[in-house]
């Protein structure tokens, strides 16, 4: 495995710590994962995140991934802006990872192997 791998894997915990369904190499697309996704898996999750398997395929060359995420019924009112900028926010706590979203919540938050440029003042 892959020490971006390890990286990813431990991402997911942490957002299943915070409340969120989170799955790895989920269904074969963006709209099938979305489809496959179960009122009772669901119920309680601040949000939902996942890649999917094609994502996964390209994994081993790209090294990096592209995130899709909602809303989950646990929500209390957060938006799907604020779902993905909780996502974006833990994923940047990870040393190692670069993450790159432009906050519009109709676009996935991509993430790759590498070191953030930060300029310490």
Not at 48 to 58: A, L, M, P, T
Not at 85 to 102: F, I, P, Q, R, S
Request: charged share 30%; hydrophobic share 35%; net charge neutral.
């Amino acid at each position: 495995m892959t020490e971006f791998k390890k990286k990813l894997n431990r991402f997911f915990r942490d957002l299943r710590k915070e409340g969120f369904l989170a799955k790895q190499n989920w269904m074969c697309c963006l709209g099938c994962g979305f489809e496959a996704l179960t009122e009772e898996e669901l119920r309680d999750k601040k949000g939902v995140v996942f890649y999917h398997k094609q994502d996964s395929e390209r994994l081993e060359d790209s090294k990096e991934v592209y995130l899709a995420f909602d809303v989950g019924p646990g929500a209390s009112g957060l938006t799907q802006k604020n779902i993905g900028h909780l996502v974006y926010c833990t994923a940047k706590n990870l040393n190692g990872l670069v993450v790159e979203w432009d906050g519009n919540p109709d676009n996935r938050i991509r993430i790759a192997e590498g070191r953030s440029s930060v300029a310490w003042a």
